[in-house]
């Protein structure tokens, strides 16, 4: 059981540079969901879904794309990188139903020079 | 809409001293409260739970209360070690299919 896995760990990317950072887990939950960290502000909603073909945006969606195909996968996909994009991103899941603890993944660092 | 505020660090205490972080809540209903830690260079893992007004979440000598009347879910440690240094974040959800609402942080220094 892997548990919440991230790829790539590391990034670095040119200013309108596209990309996608995967995020894959194996504990067949139905929530998952994608926050930045950056320094001070603690973490910030991305998007999220709660079950395989819906989506909804979070606190800070711009820039950012998702779909959930299958259960198991919720890529984030960069359109168009900025500076503003550099950050630590991490991607987290967890079931529907119980009490709610979230599983999360070990990050991605994301550099947009 | 729902938030979460914790006491601003950082927070730096020798080796066994008693640690206590603040946490108080705003929401409607009646949330599960959390608290989660992390380490230098790692993910986020849950470090212990509440579900429900006066339940004590315990975990690795932390524990937390959840006081409903207070709105208040602070963290305390009655011994800390120099392996507790790590940030931890407060947070609160209303079911598993509604985001996490977390608090800024606070980072913990233990000095030996």
């Known amino acids: 059981n892997a548990g919440v896995t991230q790829t790539p760990k590391f990034q670095v990317l040119k200013t309108g540079q596209s990309m996608t950072l995967q995020c894959a887990q194996d504990?067949?939950?139905?929530?998952m969901s994608w926050y930045r960290q950056d320094p001070g502000m603690g973490l910030r909603l991305i998007h999220y879904?709660?079950?395989?073909?819906?989506?909804d945006q979070g606190e800070v969606p711009n820039g950012y794309n998702v779909s959930r195909s299958t259960t198991e996968d919720f890529p984030l996909r960069l359109l168009s990188a900025a500076p503003s994009q550099t950050s630590v991103y991490f991607c987290?899941?967890?079931?529907?139903?119980?009490?709610?603890?979230?599983?999360f993944g070990p990050g991605t660092r994301l550099t947009v020079t | 809409g729902d938030s979460v505020t914790q006491m601003e660090g950082p927070v730096t205490l020798s080796e066994e001293a008693f640690l206590t972080i603040n946490c108080t809540y705003t929401?409607?209903?009646?949330?599960?409260l959390f608290w989660y830690v992390q380490y230098p260079g790692e993910g986020l893992q849950l470090l212990l739970k509440?579900?429900?007004?006066?339940d004590k979440g315990s975990n690795k000598g932390f524990e937390a209360t959840y006081r409903k009347e207070t709105t208040s879910f602070h963290l305390e440690k009655g011994s800390v070690q120099v392996s507790d240094s790590a940030v931890y974040f407060c947070?609160?959800?209303?079911?598993?299919?509604?985001?996490?609402?977390f608090g800024k942080g606070t980072r913990l220094s233990v000095i030996a």
């Open positions: 987290a899941s967890s079931y529907s139903g119980g009490t709610g603890e979230q599983y």
């Open positions: 504990m067949n939950h139905e929530y």
């Open positions: 879904s709660v079950g395989a073909g819906i989506t």
């Open positions: 929401a409607t209903g009646y949330p599960s």
């Open positions: 509440a579900t429900k007004a006066d």
């Open positions: 947070a609160l959800r209303h079911s598993g299919n509604t985001p996490l609402v």
